[in-house]
């Protein structure tokens, strides 16, 4: 009996495949829900209002021995008699008697303003505010700070006062968007300084209200749930790689060439490999900033071969004989898929790219960077609706086709017809559990926007967003392993015992049944030969 696995294992086996991949999607889910911790953690920090007369370059700390001379309100004596210029925010990161972590991974700053309403310096439609900021890293609280990047950076301010501009209303705060101002792929060292001035002249920084104070929001990643994504690529990368080099070593078997198919699917077990690879451990001692990089590299050949591997899978059960085992027979979609992972790309590297060199540039800084970004991602999200609507289309054909030939089975030997409708069942159940994997991922993507982050269950706290990331990943990795092992080859031999070779016989004696039934052309199912239509059709 030729054909793949899918085909040849017995219902009895493929139940209790199904039944352990449940498992382990259960098991991946259940890991980030009560295992890992929220992938995230937001931390505030007041800036503290530094003096700096002389303009003297050097690091302003805002506490410890070495702490600089500071105000704590601009309504201070001492402070009135301050110019603009004159002041530095400082901000230590992290909090005193902590210390950052490589196993943080990356880290965010955010800027939130305290602005007063003033009759008399109000905030100014389509303001741009600019920051001159500084960062410095030191591993020891004894050491000097190491000037790491430095940059005169600008921004939109955009505030909304919610009540009448009067004088009754002088002292109330404006609401102002949080303002991102860096971002670090890697966090080497244990403690990092933020200085921050706000140069004024008769040109720079006018118009933006009496600001009060600045906080500084700091966002990095949780080392306990780095730890547990770590691990999670260190189970699944050998589990895939092997996988896939056991089906290829079978596609290598056959005495026919590998077709299109099979080709797709070795290259989803390479970039699913390629995306599991635990690069990680080895950032955890090095200062290797371009990592978030080249984790959006990765996810982005891993999403791109899914795509076209969709399109392949359903379109070569659906291609005429002469146009099968042809890359260029999709080429508008591979195409669209490809072109809305450049589009990405771009718009990635105009970011994360930059990032190398200066983490405190933004790509939404200006009003022309802000439009281009949102039109990369217009276009490309507009590229992907395009490529999901093909495929409904070719699976809705696919299931149409079937029906087709299932229409052929009646007139078949009733052994061969229970053989051909237990492939096609199974065919069908395979490209619906395709479609549900794409669906769970838009629903767990909804419900975490929608929740608070955790939920509470008895006396566990269950971390949604945690269990979003484990479980799809873990859910991907899954999918990956059913297809390599369920479409690679089957190599059982025809037992030679009396009893099979009467099966045998009575399976094979109707073959003008079976010819009117498939188009003769090798490939990796049965399903797939049956599915092709002959060109005269």
Known sequence: MSGAVIENMSTKKLFFLG????????????VGALIAPSPTSAIRYLATKCINRHRVHGWLMPWGSNRCQQVNSFDEPLAKTLDANDI???????LPNTQMSPWFQFMLAVLQFDIAFKMINQIEEDVII?????????????????????????RPLRCTFSVPKTYENEGRFYHCDPIPIMQLGSVAHKYFLINLRLPVNDTVNVGIGEIKDINLVGIHQNGGFTKVWISM????????????????HRIGLLARPPVLLEKVILALGVSMTILNVPVEWLSLGCDWTWMLLLEDA????????????WIIFCGEHLMDQSQRNRLSAYWWQVGLVMFGSSILLV???????VHLNNPFYSVWASEIGTNISITFILVAGTSVCLYFLSLCGMVRCVFRNIGGKIQQLPAMPEARRLRYKGMIFRFK????VTLACAAITVIFF????VSDGHWLWGAYTLQVHSAFLTGVYGMWNLYVFTIIFLYAPSHKHKRNNSGDIQQTDLLEKPESQETQLIGGEPGPTETYRITGKVAQE
């Open 347 to 353: 718009f990635d590297l105009s970011e994360r790219g």
């Open 130 to 154: 600019t920051i001159d900021a500084g960062l410095a890293p030191r591993d020891d609280l004894k050491s000097e700070w190491t000037t790491a990047r430095h940059s005169v950076e600008q």
């Open 429 to 432: 159940f395979l490209m619906l």
């Open 233 to 248: 690529k260190t189970v699944f990368t050998p589990w895939i790689f092997v996988a896939s080099v056991w089906y290829w």
């Open 88 to 94: 530095v925010f400082a901000v230590h990161i992290p």
């Open 298 to 309: 990765q996810q982005g050949v891993f999403y791109a071969t899914l795509f076209c591997f």
């Open 19 to 30: 039944f352990v991949i449940l498992g382990f999607q259960v098991l991946s889910i259940m």
């Open 446 to 449: 909804i419900l975490n926007q």
